[in-house]
């Protein structure tokens, strides 16, 4: 089965810059998502087509893609940003939607 | 703005099947630009998907699941549903609906999510 592996934890201070990387096969070929979810909320798309980035997504959001590994980039970062992201992506004939493991970000 | 509301009876036994209805609103499920889809994450654990279905009915399944899974859509209710069969402890999960861009393979709306229990 296709996966995509992504660092279980990443921990930044405020105001510093967090990069959480997602690594698979396909993205080579395909593009990565990446969604935020905080605790006890449904997630939400901060990044679309590697680096696409959705109205109302601060700019501090940003995303990247080389090879087979995705990143998203979040400058600056805030107390607010401290949850669970996740990367997404398809196998490479598109007949399967994966998720990454999920990565906690903490803000110390 | 386009809403995703998940409903279902509630607690499910072991070996039965779990029965999940979305209601879309502000907006048509019959839209051609998208699949409406099932994703489901256990308590404390990762994101998982379970499926994904066209307005016509065309459909796909997470390959893991696919023998217990079925994915239905009803238009005129703008609903879209989820059985999935002989269900364990495991099946324990929130159970999110979501619109699905197909040709871009990702979700871009999302519902509140709603908690299945499977416990005897």
């Known amino acids: 089965s296709y996966e995509l592996t992504q660092p279980p934890s990443v921990s930044v201070s405020p105001g510093q810059t967090a990069r959480i990387t997602c690594s698979g096969d396909a993205l080579s070929e395909l593009y990565g998502y990446w969604y935020q979810q905080k605790p006890g909320q449904a997630p939400l798309v901060v990044i679309y087509k590697d680096s696409e980035r959705p109205s109302g997504i601060p700019e501090r959001f940003s995303g990247s893609s080389s090879g087979t590994t995705v990143t998203l980039t979040i400058s600056g970062v805030q107390a607010g940003d401290e949850a669970d992201y996740y990367c997404?992506?398809?196998?490479?004939?598109?007949?399967?939607?994966?998720f990454g493991g999920g990565t906690k970000l903490t803000v110390l | 703005q386009l809403q995703l509301h998940e409903s279902g009876p509630g607690p499910v036994k072991p070996s039965e099947t779990l029965s999940l209805t979305c209601t879309v609103s502000?907006?048509?499920?019959?839209?051609?630009?998208?699949?409406w889809g099932w994703i489901r994450q256990p308590p404390g654990k990762g994101l998982g998907w379970i499926g994904s279905i066209y307005y016509s009915g065309s459909s796909y399944y997470n390959p893991s699941l696919k023998s217990r899974v079925t994915i239905s859509v009803d238009t005129s209710k703008n609903q879209f549903s989820l059985k999935l069969s002989s269900v364990t402890a495991a099946d324990t999960a929130v159970y999110y609906c979501?619109?699905?861009?197909?040709?871009?393979?990702?979700?871009?709306?999302w519902g509140q999510g709603t908690l299945v229990t499977v416990s005897s």
């Open positions: 502000g907006g048509s499920i019959s839209s051609s630009s998208y699949y």
């Open positions: 979501a619109r699905h861009v197909r040709e871009l393979d990702y979700f871009d709306y």
């Open positions: 997404q992506s398809a196998d490479s004939s598109g007949t399967f939607v994966v």
